[in-house]
């Protein structure tokens, strides 16, 4: 016989069924549109089933994206190369959600500046914003027509402090890397981005369970004052400081690369909780930040913590460490969940090493969902092309739910 805990029904161990059984779940009546989770009988010997019935979730999407679609970027060895965050990204997930069926499209409400300024530097917001433009003007170090693409060469090393007033100098101080070059799109492209971001965040104080905000470019890489990594604005930070300042808020990041950006934003605070599973920085981008003993400081002490992954990690195992930090954000007890996804964990991704499958996309999704937390998922990377659609769809679906209750 089982308990109430919670308001909820806890099955019996051991409970079985004669009914029809699919996956190990049984099955009564006509029930081809539901997910039998498991099977009770209540305090009265009725026997009752616990339902995932499908539910629409909002996919906040902007067609800004567009006008960022930068002609290259530079890797390793001087590699020039064309940009692998592009705009197909976005259409091979819309295409895929669209098969789906569950994703309602809608396009984001404007919040303003207030609550990208709560998170990120007023200066390096306005260099965003205006340094495209100055930079025509200025004409940059030889004094010729500038070109098409704005991009730092010049960085400042740790100890150097002097902030210049120069458009190439600022694009050095407030850039860490030659993959977020700066073109006339760039600043509404991301500035919408981070409206699908706080769109999704309203709809979950609205009451929405989950949300996906559908962002491009991604922002998991760029600090309070920085960019880098193909972000400019970190959305997913933006986003939690937003629920934060409502209620209390966890941050969890599972793209491929540390999320050096959302780390930087809150490692002095304990105002969210942010985790971070990724490559281990010892061999992967972005190298300088995601080690396990980065905990936060001063007052956020303990209010982050990094799982730092090898190679070739499969999906069980992957799973395991993932279970390990969902524990932390129990013993946390958000209110509210911001799920930075990043599809470049899969195993054919060419900026990866790991060995996520499709299956494995949608394990990870329900470990997240049944935190039963209100989610907001914000896209950040993912450049398999061919797949990328087909492995958002698999993590996404696990929130596309809603458990039910009935006979």
């Known amino acids: ?78 590699e020039k190369v064309p940009m692998f965050e592009s705009p197909d990204r976005m259409d091979i997930i819309l295409a895929a959600l669209d098969q ?34 100055d930079w025509q003007v200025e004409g940059g170090q030889l004094k010729q027509q500038a070109r098409d693409v704005l991009m730092g060469t010049t960085f400042p090393p740790r100890r150097w402090q002097h902030k210049p007033t120069s458009v190439g100098g600022r694009i050095g101080y407030y850039t860490f890397d030659l993959s977020c070059p ?19 965040a309203q709809a979950l104080l609205d009451g929405a369970p989950a949300t996906f905000a559908l962002c491009r470019p991604p922002g998991h890489h760029a600090g309070r004052d920085f960019a880098g990594g193909y972000c400019y604005l970190n959305n997913a930070s933006i986003a939690a400081q937003f629920l934060a300042n409502q209620a209390r808020t966890a941050v969890l990041d599972i793209d491929y690369h540390a999320g050096n950006g959302t780390e930087d934003i809150f490692y002095h605070s304990a105002d969210v909780l942010t985790i971070s599973l990724h490559a281990n920085p010892n061999r992967q981008y972005p190298y300088f930040v995601g080690a396990a003993d980065e905990t936060g400081e001063g007052v956020g002490r303990g209010y982050h913590r990094n799982f730092p992954l090898p190679a070739a990690m499969d999906d069980d195992a992957y799973c395991a460490t993932l279970a390990n930090a969902l524990q932390l954000i129990r013993n946390f007890a958000p209110h509210y969940l911001v799920l930075s996804f990043g599809a470049d964990i ?62």
């Open 346 to 407: 899969f195993a054919g991704d060419p900026l990866g090493d790991l060995a996520i499958t499709t299956a494995g996309f949608g394990q990870i999704g329900a470990l997240i969902e049944n935190l039963g937390l209100p989610t907001l998922v914000v896209m950040e990377g993912g450049y398999n092309i061919g797949e990328l659609g087909v492995n958002t769809v698999a993590l996404l679906s696990a929130f596309a739910q809603r458990e039910t209750v009935g006979q």
């Open 182 to 200: 700066i073109v006339a799109g760039t600043f509404p492209a991301a500035l919408d981005a981070a409206q699908c971001a706080l769109t999704g």
């Open 100 to 133: 789906a069926g569950w994703a309602e499209i809608v396009a984001p409400r404007d919040f303003g500046l207030a609550p990208i300024l709560a998170v990120h530097d007023a200066e390096y917001v306005d260099f965003l914003q205006h340094g495209f433009a």
């Open 1 to 78: 016989m089982p308990v109430l805990v919670n308001d909820n029904l806890v099955a019996q161990p051991g409970t079985q069924s004669t009914a029809n059984v699919i996956g190990g779940f049984p099955i009564v009546g006509s029930a081809a549109d539901r997910i039998p989770l498991r099977y009770l009988y209540d305090w009265r010997n009725m026997s009752y089933f616990i339902w995932k019935e499908p539910i629409h979730v909002k996919v906040i999407y902007a067609e800004t994206h567009r006008q960022h679609y930068p002609p290259f970027e530079i890797l390793e060895g001087g």
